[in-house]
């Protein structure tokens, strides 16, 4: 300490040191909205076609949990068996902390299984890849006149999305309400019923024509070549030029000649999305958690604006949703809350022990926060909306050291002590009641750190960034605080005035010397007092509501519609459009957008999907009561 109060360049290295630090750590941080939770939940999606939900419940689901019930890991597991179609939910316990390897155990599983379910099934298909939120959400919708060309949307959104994943950082991307192609043959009953060709029939001799496995091999001394025969159906003419029978003169009949082809829109549809009514393509993309979500959003938007060039004039791009927006305003808040609190620490300190000692404390705040962003970069923790919580909530803790240390130093100075004598003083004197102070409070956090599961992995950076920096408020206090006050603050040669010493009150300071000598003549009667303020919280917390989290701020929230099972696509979307022109007389509502027969788009961390695979499950629609400008 002598060092560092003697040496101002030592004391000068050390501050910029942890401004460095600091300021570098929050460079470098990664930022997102939420902490990722792991992913413990995963789906099974199989398809048997044409089959009840008795039979798939029978044949499909039944079978795949009795398999899937062969991993410990398991907590719950359910299924939901519906016409054609079997989803079994799979939930892991909250103890396993690397699901990589029970995840690819459950596809072992699935795989043994694969060989015990009926003919006509599909494969089962584990996805455990949908339990965090999308970054952004980009929608190309049609603005032409006319009927919209869906198969126009379909290309252009594939091309957007693998632009998406070359772009560095992706961590995931998915198509939502894409219409798929198809080549459909339409046979004229008449004619190929008199030349005794059935549908089956034509549909395999079509299959047969479709040359695309290899014919042999050709070895010679020097090569080795693979021979294909050419005549792949890569054409509508080709198709057609198909040949199905002949008759007794030798004249061919193709497939072009009973039957209409022609490309089109698979049908029934299996999904659908609207953006204000309109159909749409939404790509939804998700970024790496271990990235600034401010850069990546940069280089999102620019290889928007290179795949927005490329579109017609009847095709927008437009951003639905971006999280760096809200990641940006929580990160806002903090510096505000940061600046409000120096200023109000410096005012209160300036009343109360002068305007050297409010200076010197008020840079605890700042320094406290930097040291705070140096441990979270090398602990690993991100900076999103828990652990900005945590500083907000240690903004007032971070001073309580500073406060006792700086007050301490400036009464032994005013007493006539030398500095290294009333700095080393104080710090012996008072090393010990701070770092006790400083222990059970962070005792009080580790339950939070120490949480399993899901919930302690959300919350869990309120505690850590609190425990940071009331470790950073011990260390500075002790350190670069007090060598700051024993070199700046001096005693008063003459008159004592506020501004240097503070004001004191008289009257105040007798009455709380009078309630000291209170409490300690009657000692009992002082404990039960202080006994009935927690026993009154005890009671007063049984009548408040339980509430984990307090409602959330967003400006977007979501709507499950569910309809029959039977409900057809078409019907749904006109449901849709019905509740759509409600929606749109309330007040506020900018914005409605859909996305019937698959989950909607993840858009905050706790929206799971659960109906990918189902035509009539979660029809979502968002709303953003503020105008919020274009974005693309």
């Not at 902490?35 to 689901?61: D, Q």
């Not at 903004?395 to 004598?421: F, H, K, T, W």
């Not at 759509?580 to 905050?604: H, K, M």
């Amino acid at each position: 300490m002598s060092r560092w109060l003697q040496n101002g360049r030592l004391l000068t290295l050390c501050i910029a040191i942890l401004l460095v630090a600091g300021l570098g750590a929050l460079a470098t941080l990664p930022r997102t909205e939420d902490p990722r939770i792991l992913n413990r939940v995963a789906m099974v999606i199989t398809a048997l076609p044409g089959a009840s939900a008795e039979r798939v419940e029978a044949l499909l689901s039944e079978k795949i949990e009795n398999r899937l019930r062969e991993l410990p890991e398991i907590e719950h597991l359910s299924s939901t068996s519906r016409p054609g179609i079997s989803i079994v939910r799979l939930e892991l316990k909250d103890q396993v902390t690397d699901t990589i390897p029970v995840w690819s155990r459950a596809r072992d599983l699935l795989g043994d299984v694969e060989a015990e379910l009926p003919a006509g099934a599909g494969k089962p298909e584990l996805d455990d890849n949908r339990g965090y939120a999308f970054t952004s959400l980009i929608a190309l919708t049609w603005r032409g006149e006319g009927d919209p060309d869906l198969a126009v949307l379909g290309r252009y959104g594939e091309l957007l999305r693998d632009r998406m994943r070359g772009l560095p950082g992706t961590d995931f991307v998915e198509l939502f309400g894409e219409q798929y192609e198809e080549i459909l043959v339409e046979i004229d009953p008449q004619l190929s019923s008199s030349l005794q060709l059935t549908p089956a029939a034509i549909a395999g001799r079509i299959a047969q024509a479709d040359a695309k496995v290899p014919a042999g091999e050709l070895h010679n001394d020097l090569n080795q070549l693979q021979v294909e025969l050419t005549g792949a159906l890569d054409s509508l003419d080709r198709i057609r030029a198909v040949p199905l029978a002949s008759d007794a003169r030798g004249y061919l009949m193709r497939v072009g000649d009973l039957a209409g082809v022609q490309r089109s829109l698979k049908t029934p549809a299996d999904e659908l999305a609207l953006v204000d009514g309109r159909p749409a393509v939404v790509v939804a993309v998700r970024m790496l958690p271990d990235l600034r979500i401010d850069r990546w959003s940069q280089g999102l938007r620019a290889g928007l604006a290179e795949v927005a060039a490329q579109l017609p004039a009847e095709v927008e791009a437009e951003i639905l949703f971006d999280q760096n927006r809200y990641t940006e305003r929580r990160l806002g808040e903090l510096v505000e809350n940061i600046l409000i609190g120096f200023c109000l620490i410096a005012l209160v300190l300036l009343v109360t022990l002068g305007w050297r000692s409010a200076l010197i404390v008020s840079l605890a705040l700042p320094l406290t926060v930097l040291f705070t962003l140096a441990l979270m970069k090398v602990y690993g923790l991100p900076i999103h909306q828990m652990s900005v919580t945590g500083l907000v909530v240690a903004l007032g803790i971070m001073v309580d050291n500073a406060i006792v240390m700086v007050d301490s130093i400036q009464q032994r100075r005013q007493r006539g002590e030398a500095a290294l004598a009333a700095v080393s003083g104080s710090i012996r004197h008072l090393w010990l009641p701070l770092l006790g102070s400083t222990l059970t409070t962070i005792l009080a956090f580790m339950p939070i750190v120490l949480m399993p599961g899901p919930a302690g992995e959300f919350v869990g950076g309120i505690a850590l960034s609190v425990i940071f920096s009331l470790i950073g408020s011990w260390l500075i206090a002790h350190s670069l605080l007090a060598a700051l006050a024993g070199r700046f603050i001096r005693p008063d040669p003459g008159r004592e005035r506020w501004y240097r010493t503070g004001i004191r009150p008289l009257n105040l300071a007798t009455r709380f010397r009078r309630s000291l000598e209170g409490a300690l003549r009657w000692p009992w009667l002082t404990l039960a007092m202080l006994c009935l303020l927690p026993l009154a919280g005890f009671f007063g917390a049984g009548q408040l509501r339980e509430q984990f989290f307090p409602p959330s701020d967003r400006d977007m929230f979501q709507i499950e519609l569910y309809l029959p099972a039977q409900t057809s696509l078409v019907e749904t979307r006109a449901t849709a459009e019905r509740v759509s022109t409600l929606l749109q007389r309330a007040d506020g509502i900018q914005r409605v957008q859909w996305f019937i027969g698959n989950s909607a788009p993840s858009f905050y961390y706790n929206l799971l999907g659960g109906g990918r695979g189902r035509r009539t499950m979660p029809r979502r629609w968002s709303a953003q009561p503020t105008p919020v400008p274009p974005t693309a």
